[in-house]
């Protein structure tokens, strides 16, 4: 049983610049959340995929947008990249009716120059 | 609007003490309680979960209680180790929406 695989693990952009990260699930999981955190705050939630529709979506602007595919790997894509947009982002995969938690990803580190 | 906050941004325990780490939530449609371990460079790992129905859960050197007409939950870590150093996060999820909301942790220091 496989993880859950983020890439790349870092990146460097310029403000400005859009960017793409992406996840794969941990098998058997039909669910992905993206979270960002910040440096030294608790993970903020972004978004989340069920099923390959949205699920719901966290207080973040429409530059951030996500897509995930049939086999249940997700991306995050981020539009217009301002410096405050560097931080840690990190892919969760769940079961929709677990009631356990999220099986995390060790996250993309992006910063914003 | 910080819906579950742990108020103790750091903790130094002795190690072979207990170590209490606690969490305050404010939404009353929250029906699990979850804490997760984080390493650096690594993401956050599943610890231990509580039910809203249930006042406490115990896995081997952790235990989490739960008070829900305070609205408050503590992880119990007994003996700590030092492989217990690391940063902590409460966590609150609504099993209608499978949303988990966290906390902004606490950095657990076990002392030699």
């Known amino acids: 049983e496989t993880g859950v695989t983020q890439s790349p693990t870092h990146l460097i952009k310029t403000r400005g610049q859009q960017v793409t990260l992406r996840c794969s699930s941990q098998?058997?999981?039909?669910?992905v959340s993206w979270y960002q955190q910040a440096l030294g705050q608790g993970p903020q939630f972004i978004f989340q995929y069920y099923r390959e529709e949205e699920n719901g979506r966290g207080n973040f602007p429409p530059r951030f947008s996500g897509l995930q595919f049939p086999n249940y790997s997700s991306e995050l894509n981020v539009n217009a990249l301002e410096l405050d947009d560097s931080a840690l982002y990190l892919c969760?995969?769940?079961?929709?009716?677990?009631?356990?938690?999220?099986?995390f990803g060790s996250g993309t580190r992006l910063t914003v120059v | 609007d910080q819906q579950v906050k742990q108020n103790s941004p750091s903790l130094s325990v002795q190690e072979g003490r207990i170590s209490i780490l606690n969490c305050d939530y404010t939404n009353s449609m929250f029906d699990y309680f979850l804490w997760y371990k984080k390493y650096p460079a690594e993401g956050p790992t599943f610890l231990i979960s509580?039910?809203?129905?249930?006042d406490k859960n115990e896995d081997g050197r952790f235990t989490v209680f739960l008070n829900k007409s305070a609205k408050h939950l503590s992880l119990h870590i007994v003996p700590s180790q030092p492989g217990d150093s690391a940063v902590y996060f409460c966590a609150a999820r609504r099993s209608m929406d499978d949303k988990i909301i966290f906390g902004k942790g606490t950095r657990l220091h076990i002392l030699p």
């Open positions: 098998s058997g999981h039909n669910t």
């Open positions: 509580i039910s809203s129905i249930k």
């Open positions: 969760a995969s769940s079961l929709r009716t677990g009631t356990m938690g999220y099986t």
